[in-house]
């Protein structure tokens, strides 16, 4: 038996697809005992009476074809983490998947809500149906991919959007904050027919560092060559607005950017609040860390479709000073209320775990070092008010904001610890680099991907049978002009 573990454990390690990882895994759950664990209803971390009740309620409902009773069932008892189903601890037993009860409990509701979406009943008009499909998926509420800051190591984040858009399972709204703005806008400005293309290690140009001199740093001027990465930008991206990038794509893409005055606030650019913006330029901004890049004017489309200065007056810099991860806006612009964080920025990988829901260390939670963080804040304070240089300034800002943030989400895919990686964050990568950086951020997807996929399966059979009564609308709102008198 332990033999046979161990030879399954190498299969896992050495998986070259997520299928192949999880046939082994499944494999190795088998032979463990976790398959039996999952067959039982009854844990600690989660409310399994209560569940079993809704299950066998909508369940009922359905095979009676009681609408009235099922629509009420959902509409009152759909919440994002009912029962506390969303519990990592649940998922920390088995490598694939978690309890039996909660993967059939979720199959059932997802059935149900297709089934109201696509069929018709008598008392349940299409406008009833409307109205219930998009108030009860708005209070549920979505998911998001939010992609942090990390320089080259951001490299990582291509492969855990290729993993999960493999899986279909990459959410449709994905911020990106400095390196993290370069991925997202990859993803955000090509389609589905040409996403597998491009997220291939050798259609990935990645030439973005030039040194033109350390020397400037302290006289002010910037260390590398801002036309360098510009370059290497418009490589990747589309030449699109964040409006006609959201058309081509459906995926609605939010590029977190800072002021260069330090007295304006940060702007979190998509195509609701800036439909305009040239996300080549958003994304330039994003990465423009103060005193390694000079700071960037965005620029937009204008009424005739011309590129025009935007805001002419105003510089950005560096989206992760102020917000690396946006889930506040995010959650008042989308709904956002569950979040998937590719986390790369050198500063925080550290410090956070590499299992369960990915919370930081014990260590990070002492008095100690709560003391420490509160005493180094006062003396950033201090010296912001003293210092007068803006780019010196904002450096400030940017170390006061590190010991502000919060860096992890509800669910957290992380790279391995490597000291050699630290020596490539400035560092333009070779094809080799990219390939082992996509393969990591593949692998360190996979453990977590049947946890995507359950806490995101009520959200996104939301937004599928919304996007399939949107079209049922629209066709009959064109029935109507078209036999109107």
């Given at each position: 038996m332990k033999r046979a573990l161990r030879q399954l454990e190498k299969a896992i390690d050495h998986a070259s697809s997520y299928e192949e990882w999880r046939e082994a895994s499944t494999e190795h759950d088998r032979l463990s005992g976790a398959a039996q664990w999952q067959e039982l209803d009854r844990s600690p971390f989660y409310d399994y009476e209560l569940i079993r009740n809704r299950l066998a309620q909508i369940r009922q409902a359905r095979e009676r074809n009681d609408v009235n009773k099922l629509v009420f069932h959902l509409h009152e008892g759909l919440?994002?983490?009912?029962?506390?189903?969303?519990?990592?601890?649940?998922?920390?037993?088995?490598?694939?998947?978690?309890?039996?009860?909660?993967?059939?409990?979720?199959?059932?509701?997802?059935?149900?809500?297709?089934?109201?979406?696509?069929?018709?009943?008598?008392?349940?008009?299409?406008?009833e149906k409307l109205d219930f499909f998009q108030t009860t998926g708005q209070a549920f509420g979505q998911s998001c991919l939010m992609l942090s800051g990390g320089a080259a190591l951001g490299l990582f984040h291509i492969g855990v959007s290729k993993a999960l858009w493999e899986q279909g399972l990459l959410p449709s709204v994905i911020s990106g904050s400095s390196a993290g703005s370069i991925i997202a806008s990859v993803v955000g400005t090509h389609d589905d027919s040409e996403i597998a293309r491009k997220l291939q290690p050798e259609n990935i140009y990645l030439e973005a560092f030039k040194v033109v001199g350390w020397g400037g740093l302290l006289r002010g001027k910037p260390v590398l060559d801002g036309n360098y990465l510009e370059a290497c930008l418009e490589e990747n991206i589309l030449d699109l607005t964040f409006e006609e990038a959201y058309r081509r794509t459906g995926r609605e893409i939010n590029i977190t950017v800072s002021p260069y005055d330090r007295?304006?606030?940060?702007?979190?650019?998509?195509?609701?609040?800036?439909?305009?913006?040239?996300?080549?330029?958003?994304?330039?901004?994003?990465?423009?860390?103060?005193g390694i890049y000079p700071p960037v004017t965005l620029w937009a489309k204008n009424i005739d479709g011309e590129k025009v200065p935007y805001i002419p007056s105003r510089k950005w810099v560096d989206g992760s000073i102020k917000d690396d991860l946006p889930i506040h806006r995010l959650a008042r612009l989308y709904g956002v209320n569950h979040s998937i964080v590719s986390q790369t920025n050198p500063h925080v990988?550290?410090?956070?775990?590499?299992?369960?829901?990915?919370?930081?260390?014990?260590?990070?939670?002492?008095?100690?070092?709560?003391?420490?963080?509160?005493?180094?804040?006062?003396?950033?304070?201090?010296?912001?008010?003293?210092?007068?240089?803006?780019?010196?300034?904002l450096i400030l800002d940017k170390a006061e904001s590190i010991l502000k943030q919060k860096?992890?989400?509800?669910?957290?895919?992380?790279?391995?610890?490597?000291?050699?990686?630290?020596?490539?964050?400035?560092?333009?990568?070779t094809v080799a680099d990219v390939?082992?950086?996509?393969?990591?951020?593949?692998?360190?997807t996979w453990p977590k991907m049947e946890m995507i996929r359950n806490t995101t399966a009520i959200?996104?059979?939301?937004?599928?049978?919304?996007?399939?009564?949107?079209?049922?609308?629209?066709?009959?709102l064109r029935h109507l002009k078209l036999v109107s008198p």
């Open positions: 919440h994002g983490n009912l029962g506390n189903i969303s519990n990592a601890a649940l998922y920390s037993h088995a490598k694939v998947g978690t309890k039996r009860l909660i993967e059939r409990y979720l199959a059932e509701v997802t059935t149900a809500l297709n089934y109201l979406c696509d069929n018709e009943f008598p008392g349940f008009t299409f406008k007295h304006q606030h940060a702007r979190l650019l998509n195509w609701r609040t800036s439909p305009n913006v040239l996300i080549r330029k958003a994304s330039l901004a994003s990465c423009a860390i103060p990988v550290p410090f956070l775990a590499r299992k369960g829901g990915g919370r930081p260390v014990p260590a990070m939670g002492n008095l100690a070092l709560r003391n420490i963080t509160m005493n180094a804040r006062f003396v950033l304070n201090l010296a912001q008010r003293q210092v007068r240089s803006n780019d010196f300034g860096y992890f989400g509800d669910i957290n895919l992380i790279p391995p610890r490597r000291a050699r990686n630290l020596l490539k964050v400035l560092s333009n990568p390939s082992e950086f996509i393969s990591t951020g593949e692998k360190s959200s996104r059979t939301f937004h599928n049978c919304l996007q399939r009564l949107d079209r049922i609308e629209t066709e009959k």
